[in-house]
């Protein structure tokens, strides 16, 4: 079987822009998965009001992504790794 170097792949979750609305003007802010993790807190880029970042809604939106972008990983690895094998042939 053929190895594939998967280590990137958290570094890539992490830096992994997530969406969420502004619940005063209703605006759409972005900010790192691996930022909005470690802070329970942010401004709104419009309007300056606070957002909380530790609701359970926002919480599983987090997971939700990060199992997400792990496991189409995981079948990209499985997909190249097959398709190697196959060249080496």
Same mark, same amino acid.
């Given at each position: 079987?053929?190895? +594939?170097d998967t280590?990137? +792949?958290?570094? =890539? +979750?992490e830096?992994?822009p997530m969406?969420?609305?502004c619940?005063s003007?209703?605006?759409t802010?972005s900010?790192?998965?691996?930022?909005?993790?470690?802070?329970?807190?942010?401004?709104c880029d419009s309007?300056g009001?606070?957002i909380? =970042?530790?609701?359970?809604?926002?919480?599983?939106?987090m997971?939700?992504?990060?199992?997400?972008l792990r496991a189409?990983?995981?079948q990209?690895t499985q997909? =190249?790794?097959?398709?190697?094998?196959?060249?080496a042939?």
């Amino acid at each position: 079987m053929v190895s +594939i170097d998967t280590s990137g +792949i958290d570094e =890539l +979750i992490e830096a992994r822009p997530m969406e969420f609305e502004c619940h005063s003007c209703h605006e759409t802010n972005s900010r790192a998965l691996g930022w909005m993790r470690k802070r329970h807190e942010t401004h709104c880029d419009s309007c300056g009001e606070l957002i909380v =970042l530790g609701t359970a809604d926002l919480r599983a939106q987090m997971r939700n992504t990060e199992r997400l972008l792990r496991a189409l990983s995981e079948q990209l690895t499985q997909q =190249l790794s097959h398709s190697r094998a196959n060249w080496a042939r």
